[in-house]
């Protein structure tokens, strides 16, 4: 009799044991994978606190972040099939759908953010955009404010093929460098260079905003072939990111302790650059900008595309991320106000 209960309760323990087991691999199958590529800046804000605050564990992803210097890059990566999101300038996706990728954009991240910059000693030679003429311009090929400075040349009169040289150069760093050792009269860079370049001697001459006010940046891109393989996934991704909007906007300290884990700046020059009046965060795709950017980047002969971009970009995941959010929180207001927005922006 012994012996029997002996058994019954050792067959007990191992059942116990494989259903346990099967529940953690159950588990662990339903984590999705998904590689992010990212730049280090502060303008990726929501996706540094969705990682950290677990917005994106919650939706049972695993996001892995790979950082890359520029746009150009990251793109690269993607298009190889090395990454399943990136989420960088506004610029590189359209020269790669301009050239027949089959890219869709699906989110915000940052707008606006950019700068150009020279040597304190120098500033008061460039208090129009017209100075500019004659001189070397460095800047970060494909970048967002690459294309801003560009065109606000292009609507003063200048032409940037050949009225001014033109440095594309590989880093935001190393654009700084060449202005520092007069390599370049003028740098275009991004938050929060620009607060770094003024602690090293440089001092910021004109924004983004002023030429292309509320113009996007860095937005969440994505191959179209990823897109129809695995929408839910990427609903969860933006549902990460609109509550880490939520969290910067009641928690901006907090907020900034997250950022600094993966950008290597001051407290005080993340703070500056993420709630700085030139600068706007914001997971909303805005599809009118989006359409805004790719008629100028074909008015000053960036690209040369008669492809529709409307075919590129796809704001439903977004929508029914915020949707499902507001149902479960309708008092909300960062996400009343997010729904504000979408309407004007988006439908």
Not at 73 to 92: C, E, R
Not at 241 to 259: F, G, H, R
Not at 312 to 332: F, G, M, V
């Given at each position: 009799m012994l012996n029997k209960l002996l058994n019954i309760m050792i067959v007990a323990v191992l059942l116990t044991a494989l259903v346990s087991t099967s529940a953690l691999a159950d588990s662990a199958a339903e984590t999705k994978l998904i590689r992010l590529g990212y730049l280090p800046t502060t303008g990726h804000a929501l996706?540094?606190?969705?990682?950290?605050?677990?917005?994106?564990?919650?939706?049972?992803?695993?996001?892995?972040?790979?950082?890359?210097?520029?746009?150009?890059?990251?793109?690269?990566?993607?298009?190889?099939?090395?990454?399943?999101?990136?989420?960088?300038?506004?610029?590189?996706?359209?020269?790669?759908?301009?050239?027949?990728?089959?890219?869709?954009?699906?989110?915000?991240?940052?707008?606006?953010?950019?700068?150009?910059?020279?040597l304190a000693d120098r500033a008061s030679e460039f208090d129009d955009i017209t100075a500019f003429k004659g001189k070397t311009i460095a800047t970060v090929r494909m970048s967002t404010g690459d294309v801003v400075f560009r065109n606000a040349m292009h609507e003063a009169g200048i032409d940037w093929e050949k009225d001014v040289t033109i440095q594309e150069l590989k880093s935001?760093?190393?654009?700084?460098?060449?202005?520092?050792?007069?390599?370049?009269?003028?740098?275009?860079?991004?938050?929060?260079?620009?607060?770094?370049?003024?602690?090293?001697?440089?001092?910021?001459?004109?924004?983004?905003?002023?030429?292309s006010p509320e113009h996007p940046c860095c937005r969440f891109v994505v191959?179209?072939?990823?897109?129809?393989?695995?929408?839910?996934?990427?609903?969860?991704?933006?549902?990460?990111?609109?509550?880490?909007?939520?969290?910067?906007?009641?928690?901006?300290?907090?907020?900034?302790?997250?950022?600094?884990?993966?950008?290597?700046?001051d407290k005080t020059v993340i703070a500056d650059s993420i709630f700085s009046e030139h600068f706007n965060f914001s997971p909303d795709p805005n599809k009118k900008a989006i359409e805004e950017w790719w008629e100028m980047?074909?008015?000053?002969?960036?690209?040369?595309?008669?492809?529709?971009?409307?075919?590129?970009?796809?704001?439903?995941?977004?929508?029914?991320?915020?949707?499902?959010?507001?149902?479960?929180?309708?008092d909300n207001e960062n996400f009343q106000d997010l729904l504000e927005v979408y309407e004007e922006n988006d439908e």
């Amino acid at each position: 009799m012994l012996n029997k209960l002996l058994n019954i309760m050792i067959v007990a323990v191992l059942l116990t044991a494989l259903v346990s087991t099967s529940a953690l691999a159950d588990s662990a199958a339903e984590t999705k994978l998904i590689r992010l590529g990212y730049l280090p800046t502060t303008g990726h804000a929501l996706t540094f606190v969705a990682k950290e605050q677990g917005f994106f564990a919650d939706q049972d992803l695993d996001v892995e972040l790979s950082q890359f210097p520029n746009s150009a890059d990251g793109y690269n990566a993607l298009t190889a099939g090395k990454l399943d999101v990136i989420a960088m300038g506004s610029t590189a996706p359209a020269v790669y759908i301009s050239k027949g990728t089959d890219l869709k954009y699906i989110g915000g991240l940052m707008g606006e953010g950019a700068a150009a910059v020279t040597l304190a000693d120098r500033a008061s030679e460039f208090d129009d955009i017209t100075a500019f003429k004659g001189k070397t311009i460095a800047t970060v090929r494909m970048s967002t404010g690459d294309v801003v400075f560009r065109n606000a040349m292009h609507e003063a009169g200048i032409d940037w093929e050949k009225d001014v040289t033109i440095q594309e150069l590989k880093s935001p760093s190393i654009v700084m460098d060449a202005v520092k050792t007069g390599k370049a009269d003028v740098g275009i860079v991004w938050l929060p260079y620009q607060q770094i370049a003024e602690t090293q001697g440089l001092k910021v001459i004109l924004n983004s905003d002023t030429f292309s006010p509320e113009h996007p940046c860095c937005r969440f891109v994505v191959s179209t072939a990823t897109l129809d393989s695995d929408r839910d996934s990427l609903v969860k991704f933006e549902t990460a990111l609109i509550q880490a909007y939520d969290y910067i906007k009641t928690n901006p300290d907090e907020s900034v302790e997250d950022v600094q884990k993966y950008v290597d700046f001051d407290k005080t020059v993340i703070a500056d650059s993420i709630f700085s009046e030139h600068f706007n965060f914001s997971p909303d795709p805005n599809k009118k900008a989006i359409e805004e950017w790719w008629e100028m980047m074909n008015t000053i002969g960036f690209i040369s595309s008669d492809e529709d971009i409307d075919e590129h970009i796809d704001t439903s995941i977004y929508k029914e991320a915020l949707d499902n959010l507001i149902a479960q929180q309708p008092d909300n207001e960062n996400f009343q106000d997010l729904l504000e927005v979408y309407e004007e922006n988006d439908e």
